[in-house]
């Protein structure tokens, strides 16, 4: 099983980037899927997770900001983030609890997209 992240780039305070990461692999399902972020000299952190039945968890510090969305037809998660600040500059990391068919529930991590946000 792969995650596959994009859309991190470089924005000005205020402005919105959308991350995507997309779930392939041998036969799964989705238990949860979300993103952390670590910045500079900080611990990986939660930024926002949805399960299956969209039930959906975040950081306070995005609350009102970033929404996290999902399309089970695509094994696919989605973070809309608005009103962006500079201390939300960070590596980006995709994650997913996914169950394989005959093996049980594994976490997985996809490759870091940075964001960078400019004052």
């Known amino acids: 099983v792969q995650l596959q992240a994009s859309g991190g780039g470089l924005v000005q305070a205020g402005g919105s980037l959308r991350l995507s990461c997309a779930a392939s692999?041998?036969?799964?399902?989705?238990?949860?899927m979300g993103w952390y972020r670590q910045a500079p000299g900080k611990q990986r952190a939660l930024v926002a997770t949805i399960s299956s039945g969209e039930s959906t968890n975040y950081a306070d510090s995005v609350k009102g900001r970033f929404t996290i969305s999902g399309d089970n037809a695509k094994n696919t998660v989605y973070l809309q983030m608005n009103s962006l600040k500079p201390e939300d500059t960070a590596v980006y990391y995709c994650y997913a609890v996914l169950r394989l068919v005959g093996l049980g529930e594994y976490d997985f991590w996809g490759q870091g997209t940075q964001v960078t946000v400019s004052s």
């Open positions: 692999g041998r036969a799964f399902s989705i238990n949860r």
